[in-house]
């Protein structure tokens, strides 16, 4: 593994052979992906012109293959000659608030709006098919607003996208096409597992909602909408998902809305986590094909997160929470 530090002063540094406890962990919704190394104290920084501190731009690279490239926000030092150093890709900046008003546009437009304006480098975007009618934005970080519009889009479409920093270039890919060639499990790669069936949490078998629009304005009470599933409530009681729906919506819209609801809520979430010999293709937002027979499973997951740890070896560990979809 290559570690490279760019003080942006036209010089770069290799600090490949300082760095120890290297960490790469990415979430498949709204986080940048980090990446965290300790550095002892060696030959770069007997050169005056060496610095490693905030701002500095990271650039990591194994076997040829990118794997991180972003920016040094934090180095914390300490007395026994070591720093810690904690940085992260573009989707760090993505934090910042701002109100903007969406109307008719796709989420792939939504990220080019935002990136455009945030002069933020974008790489290959997957054109989204879902145009939200409306989305007024009012104080709301970029990354929220972009994963507002990401969920509408998989309401709409009963489709899973991901956005995320591919070294150093903002991504959109179809989860589906991020299907690793991998199986994880029995035999391969797996050292622990956990396993969680619940509807505690995003699991919904009624849903309601009610429009927004000028009976409202007018102090007149307009009734809800609702959807539901009585088998599911009849099994675990009602499960509620309440929503206010601009009133551009017309009743077809709304009952396709509610339908793509309750085929992506009304079921048992099931959760993994495991512990395996790291693989660094795989990454939050990925799928990737897991068997376990005791549990079952044999099925693909979806990467909610990874982290990869002990990247300085030639033996990382990962450790993966996945979900059914």
């Not at 919704?29 to 965290?36: A, D, E």
């Not at 002892?40 to 991180?68: A, C, Q, Y």
């Not at 409530?233 to 809305?257: C, P, T, V």
Request: one cysteine or more; aromatic letters at 10%.
């Amino acid at each position: 593994m290559e570690v490279m530090v760019d003080n942006r002063d036209g010089l770069i540094w290799d600090v490949s052979s300082l760095v120890s406890d290297v960490s790469w962990k990415t979430s498949r919704v709204g986080k940048p992906s980090t990446f965290s190394f300790t550095c002892v104290k060696g030959s770069p920084f007997e050169d005056s012109r060496f610095k490693l501190e905030p701002g500095n731009l990271i650039n990591v690279t194994r076997n040829g293959r990118g794997i991180f490239f972003g920016y040094v926000f934090t180095v914390e030092s300490s007395q026994d000659e070591k720093l810690s150093i904690t940085a992260y890709d573009q989707v760090r900046y993505l934090q910042a608030n701002d109100s903007m008003n969406f109307t008719n546009m796709t989420a792939t437009a939504v990220i080019r709006k935002i990136a455009n304006e945030y002069q933020l480098k974008t790489g290959k975007l997957a054109e989204t098919g879902y145009v939200i009618p409306s989305m007024p934005m009012k104080d709301k970080k970029l990354i929220d607003m972009i994963c507002q519009a990401l969920e509408k889009t998989t309401v709409g479409e009963k489709k899973i996208y991901t956005f995320y920093d591919h070294f150093g270039e903002l991504t959109l890919q179809s989860a589906q096409d991020m299907l690793l060639d991998l199986w994880i499990g029995d035999g391969s790669l797996m050292t622990g597992y956990s396993y969680t069936r619940s509807i505690d949490n995003d699991t919904y078998n009624h849903i309601q909602m009610r429009q927004d629009d000028q009976l409202e304005q007018e102090g007149k009470e307009r009734k809800p909408l609702v959807w539901k599933d009585s088998a599911s409530i009849a099994k675990w009681g009602r499960l509620q998902f309440y929503k206010s729906i601009d009133g551009k919506m017309n009743l077809a819209q709304l009952a396709e809305y509610a339908a793509n609801l309750l085929a992506l809520h009304n079921r048992e979430q099931q959760k993994l986590s495991l512990e395996a010999i790291g693989d660094l293709r795989v990454r939050a937002g990925c799928y990737l094909r897991v068997y376990i027979e005791e549990l079952g499973i044999k099925q693909a997951f979806l990467v909610e997160e990874c982290t990869h740890d002990q990247l300085e070896e030639e033996e990382s560990i990962m450790k993966l929470e996945l979900k059914v979809i």
